[in-house]
């Protein structure tokens, strides 16, 4: 893979990782678009960047990283336990699950249900307003909903703030109550691909690992920060009109011949 198309990818994996629009989806078509092959390395590749998006988020969140809210990181691995067995059951099972039809499906289904999670919120005021009075019930909650991201373009993100919001928290906390799962979700996830294919790749491919781990790193810090700054005083609404809009452009171009499923 050349340098142009690692950036590409990489500043795509940044920007789409933690926002509620399904990373996976975006960089399969965009490597479909750049004319690169879904071989094994390949989506390793895809993975294991992840990382540095992920190691954006520990920046973020570095002064919650601490013994001192042991309390808290009990509950986040309380949400994480859920996908971890689920994971681990169906992870042979997941790749030959996962096709653009069904992505493009679940874009236009998670973009209602951000509409309808909206909706619903505004005649339920939320009852928590930080991560910190985040209960077991929430937790579990959050967890069970983070199941839902193993279906293709559900978006991870997307299903545990959705979770938290129907749960009982407020769009920000739900928002960082997700990423702080995130953490230990995606570590787990990039560390199981890393130690699985790392003898797939020659030297000029690790090379394009780090790149791709720096641009996602640097792309994926601005993008969080961003949707943190509008989840403060915005609603999903814009997103679910995106899954939507995008959504029906993929069930287009997939019935065209234009992207392979």
Known sequence: MDLFSTLILSIIEGVTEFLPVSSTAHM???????????????IAFE???????TLALVLIYFQKLNWGNRELWGKVFIAFLPLLIVGYLVKDWVDKFFNLWWAGAMFIIGGIIFILVEWWQKRH???????????????????????????????????TIVGGMLAGLDRK?????????????MFAVTGYSLLKNWHLFTHQQWVSLAVGFVTAFIT???????????????????????RILFGILLLYLLSKGVISP
């Open 28 to 42: 399969i078509i965009a490597s479909s678009l750049l004319g690169l092959k879904q071989t094994q390395t390949h």
């Open 47 to 53: 993975i294991i960047i992840q990382l540095g998006a």
């Open 220 to 242: 994926s810090y601005i993008a969080v920060k961003l949707f943190l700054l509008f989840v403060k005083r915005f609603t999903l609404i814009p997103f679910a009109i995106y």
């Open 173 to 185: 906390s739900a928002t960082d109550f997700s990423f702080l799962v995130a953490i230990p979700t």
């Open 125 to 159: 005021p939320p009852k928590i307003t930080s991560v910190e009075k985040v209960g077991v019930k929430e937790a579990i909650i959050v967890g069970i909903s983070q199941i839902f991201a193993i279906i293709p373009g559900t978006s991870r993100s997307g299903a």
